[in-house]
């Protein structure tokens, strides 16, 4: 991985997303490929990608029985992501099952790290407790997911900037910690409900950042991507 800010290409088509890559000539940028752009262009969008230069977060977020995703994983490691998403909420045996087909699946030479989503960064405390049934405080509900998943094999995980710090201290310093729902200060939240900026992210520990309308729905996004590599590398608000 060159970098820790990875872009989320939040587009419905291969052609918008090229489009966009160019015409802001972020060439090589590393990027976040979600399930709407992945599930419309298919598995010769991540060749495309690495072929120009990007390192790809592929976020599916695979959550199924161990060996349906044993095997999905098998199949998506050979398409040469350097990471890619499970739910923890699979439980510890998915978990071990999906690092298995990982590790069957990868060619020779490459790595495909394992990443499992802690808790969404667009729920909230009420909505764990009151529809998840999930007693306790996010938080802790957040920090016992990504304990279990470096348990069982995962490589890192995905979690808000306000856990990083806790898990990389529970799990171990080497447990990447990938965090959604950065913004810049005057960016509007949208969907999400537990949002950081870069220069928070960076006290708290992040490694890497993921960052999607705060550049894609800027109004000049060169200047808002360079805006939070600015914050990231010297914890300066812009």
Not at 60 to 65: Q, V
Not at 75 to 83: C, F, Q, R, S, Y
Not at 185 to 205: E, F, S
Request: hydrophobic share 40%; proline share 4%.
């Amino acid at each position: 991985m060159n970098e820790n800010i990875y872009l989320a290409l939040d587009f419905p088509t291969w052609q918008e997303t090229k489009a966009f890559i160019d015409r802001n000539d972020f060439h090589g940028v590393p990027v976040k490929v979600g399930m709407e752009l992945f599930y419309r262009e298919g598995p010769h969008l991540i060749d495309a990608l690495k072929q120009r230069g990007h390192d790809v977060l592929l976020d599916l977020k695979l959550h199924d029985i161990p060996t349906t995703v044993m095997k999905a994983m098998r199949n998506i490691a050979t398409l040469g992501a350097d990471m890619v998403t499970v739910h923890a909420l699979g439980g510890s045996d998915m978990i071990q099952r999906a690092k298995e087909g990982l590790t069957a699946g990868t060619p020779a030479g490459c790595e495909t790290k394992l990443i499992a989503v802690t808790i969404l960064t667009s729920m909230d405390e009420m909505i764990v407790n009151r529809e998840l049934k999930m007693n306790g405080d996010l938080q802790q509900n957040a920090l016992h997911f990504a304990d279990m998943a470096h348990q069982n094999g995962a490589d890192g995980v995905v979690c808000s900037v306000y856990e990083a710090g806790k898990i990389k201290h529970l799990c171990s310093p080497s447990c990447l910690t990938v965090t959604p729902g950065i913004r810049l200060h005057h960016a509007a939240a949208a969907d999400q409900k537990r949002i950081a900026t870069p220069a928070l992210a960076r006290n708290n520990g992040a490694d890497i950042l993921v960052v999607g309308r705060t550049v894609t729905h800027a109004g000049n996004p060169i200047t808002a991507f360079e805006n939070v590599r600015k914050e990231w590398a010297h914890g300066i608000k812009s």
